[in-house]
């Protein structure tokens, strides 16, 4: 039996509704990251985030329920990008060490591996430079979106790079100078972003491409295989 024009008619219309608030959404959330990563939660205006994004007012606490919500979608908006990226390597990682008889250079195998593959992201994505503004500010100055980004994704990844290290090194990932270690891990890398102006001041470059991606690559490598051996002895 063919459905009722009148019934087509409403489904195409509910369609187009879902895509137009679909569509909003993102719009907030891309005009929400910029003025969030400038000015931080207090400084950044909702009146001007609506301007950005060419909505109404009221679509923030229409889409989000108001400022933090919005603020925390942006948080979510940077996990989903970052974890659609590097997310199946994790898990996949964080199985084999949950699960297998990981030896340490196997080990570091994977820690070579998530390492080259964070720097690509970090570093090569067209979208890093403009989340690196609103993490940088939850790092230094935390709101409830921080527990968006850790929970979603920096806590865990740290988690496993920390085991990583302990099973490459044969320390216990308890150990706080072990923990410490995984940070100054990724310092190395973080600091190619957050340092941007200085890095290209110093090294002339104008933007992270292959060829200097894969210089950052063989530093970091040739650090952590350092790390390693050091923790070793």
């Given at each position: 039996?063919?459905?009722a ?5 409403r ?9 137009s608030?679909?569509?909003t959404?993102?719009r ?7 003025a ?9 205006s909702?009146?001007d985030?609506?301007?950005?994004a060419?909505v109404?007012l ?7 329920g108001?400022k933090e919500g919005l ?11 970052v974890?659609?990226r ?6 996949e990682?964080t199985s ?5 008889d990981?030896?340490?250079e196997?080990a570091?195998?994977?820690?070579h591996l998530?390492?080259?593959?964070a ?5 090569g994505?067209?979208?890093?430079s403009r989340w690196a503004p609103?993490?940088l500010?939850?790092?230094m100055d935390?709101?409830p ?8 994704f920096?806590?865990r990844?740290?988690?496993?790079i920390?085991?990583?290290?302990a ?10 100078k072990v923990?410490?270690?995984a940070?100054?891990?990724?310092g190395q ?11 290209d001041?110093?090294?002339?470059w104008?933007a992270?491409?292959?060829d200097?991606?894969a210089?950052?690559?063989?530093i970091l490598?040739?650090n952590?295989?350092?790390m ?6």
């Amino acid at each position: 039996m063919m459905a009722a024009p009148e019934n087509e008619g409403r489904g195409r219309k509910r369609a187009a509704s879902r895509r137009s608030a679909e569509e909003t959404r993102r719009r907030l959330i891309d005009a929400g990251l910029d003025a969030f990563g400038r000015f931080g939660f207090d400084g950044a205006s909702t009146r001007d985030i609506a301007r950005r994004a060419d909505v109404n007012l009221a679509a923030i606490p229409y889409h989000f329920g108001g400022k933090e919500g919005l603020h925390k979608a942006v948080a979510q908006h940077i996990v989903d990008e970052v974890r659609g990226r590097l997310g199946g390597l994790i898990d996949e990682a964080t199985s084999s060490l949950d699960t297998a008889d990981i030896d340490p250079e196997q080990a570091r195998s994977m820690l070579h591996l998530i390492v080259e593959r964070a720097t690509s992201v970090i570093l090569g994505h067209p979208e890093a430079s403009r989340w690196a503004p609103f993490v940088l500010r939850e790092q230094m100055d935390p709101t409830p979106s921080f527990a968006v980004l850790y929970d979603g994704f920096m806590g865990r990844a740290h988690v496993l790079i920390t085991g990583l290290y302990a099973r490459a090194t044969g320390q216990d990932a308890a150990d706080p100078k072990v923990v410490a270690g995984a940070f100054a891990l990724l310092g190395q890398l973080v600091i190619f972003r957050v340092g941007r102006a200085l890095v290209d001041r110093r090294l002339g470059w104008t933007a992270y491409g292959p060829d200097e991606i894969a210089v950052i690559s063989t530093i970091l490598r040739t650090n952590l295989d350092a790390m390693i051996e050091a923790g070793r002895a």
